[in-house]
């Protein structure tokens, strides 16, 4: 299995992608002796009003020299279309980066995938990343491969944007997927762990996918909601279980002397209003806002949660969120 950590994305919804310029090497460093394939370095987005070192770009010439890596790292950032619309895209070769993730929901799946023809025409690796996956039915997700297999990129990902899935939904989703998708396409999978499903549904995942199939874990597995895979237990399992030899102790100090600061800052993990999201299958963004209008009450948490329409729930809609907090 391909491994790509995804901490400094990811968990830059943990801490408004406030990382230091420190932490930052360190872990694209750290990674790459780790052996792990690929590293996300950031997202790119307009920062706003944050100060300081962030990983939230602007645009890719905003990503900083790194520090002396392998050729072997790949190094990615994530963007949607728009976003990556809205700045000039360099030559692959003319950037520290030689992936670009595009996230999409299925409402923009046709207009991202011939987009991507341009970003693969620049010279990046190109990873289509299917945002909550499971809102696809098996017509739509057999039109949407079609247009994946014909753009061919470098990789395909199912996501598991709001944390919903069991483990059989995993192998449900996966053989549908694989059914479809040209075999020349690396498979991916992005859990969340909202139901704290995320680390068993990737050793579900292992079970049954190709041996070059990527999946995502970030350290401590800071991320958005309750977070993501856990990278120090998912190194462990394949050590014990398959025979790897990622050294751990390394790992070990790797978290020790980065994460437990950032930890100790802003709490990531399990809480029952991320599971409240899950079961409702709404975007964990939505559990952010309702806790920044000073509501903590769980029972309220949860009223709101239920009545977001269906339509709405995979996006943030904060004139709905208004009107039915007004009416409560």
């Given at each position: 299995?391909?491994?790509?950590?995804c901490t400094l994305r990811d968990g830059g919804y943990v801490n408004n992608w406030q990382f230091s310029r420190q932490i930052f090497d360190n872990i694209v460093t750290g990674c790459d002796k780790l052996g792990i394939d690929t590293v996300e370095v950031g997202i790119l987005g307009k920062k706003g009003s944050a100060e300081g070192f962030s990983t939230k770009f602007n645009n890719l010439n905003e990503i900083p020299k790194l520090v002396t890596h392998s050729e072997r790292l790949n190094i990615a950032v994530m963007g949607t279309?728009?976003?990556?619309?809205?700045?000039e895209l360099p030559l692959a070769d003319d950037v520290e980066i030689n992936t670009l993730r595009v996230a999409y929901f299925k409402e923009d799946w046709e207009e991202t995938v011939k987009y991507a023809k341009y970003i693969k025409e620049r010279g990046y690796k190109v990873f289509l990343q299917a945002m909550a996956t499971f809102m696809y039915d098996r017509s739509e997700l057999k039109e949407m491969l079609k247009g994946v297999?014909?753009?061919?990129?470098?990789?395909?990902?199912?996501?598991?944007?709001?944390?919903v899935m069991y483990p059989d939904d995993v192998e449900v989703m996966y053989n549908n997927i694989r059914e479809d998708l040209d075999n020349k396409i690396k498979f991916g999978f992005h859990a969340h762990n909202n139901i704290q499903m995320a680390f068993y549904n990737v050793?579900?995942?292992?079970?049954?996918?190709?041996?070059d199939s990527y999946i995502d874990a970030s350290l401590m597995g800071m991320g958005r909601g309750a977070g993501n895979v856990t990278m120090e237990l998912l190194l462990g399992y394949l050590n014990k279980k398959k025979n790897c030899n990622y050294d751990i102790n390394y790992l070990a100090e790797l978290?020790?002397?980065?994460m437990l600061s950032e930890y100790a800052k802003n709490y990531w993990g399990y809480s029952m209003p991320h599971y409240y999201a899950s079961y409702y299958e709404a975007n964990a963004v939505y559990v952010w806002y309702i806790e920044n209008k000073g509501i903590k009450d769980l029972k309220t948490i949860r009223t709101?949660?239920?009545?977001?329409?269906k339509e709405y729930r995979h996006t943030l809609n904060k004139q709905?969120?208004?009107?039915?907090i007004e009416k409560l």
């Open positions: 299995m391909r491994i790509l950590d279309i728009n976003e990556f619309r809205s700045i297999n014909n753009l061919m990129p470098y990789a395909f990902y199912m996501v598991d944007s709001f944390g050793i579900k995942f292992m079970e049954i996918a190709d041996k978290i020790e002397d980065n709101i949660l239920s009545q977001i329409p709905l969120i208004d009107e039915i």
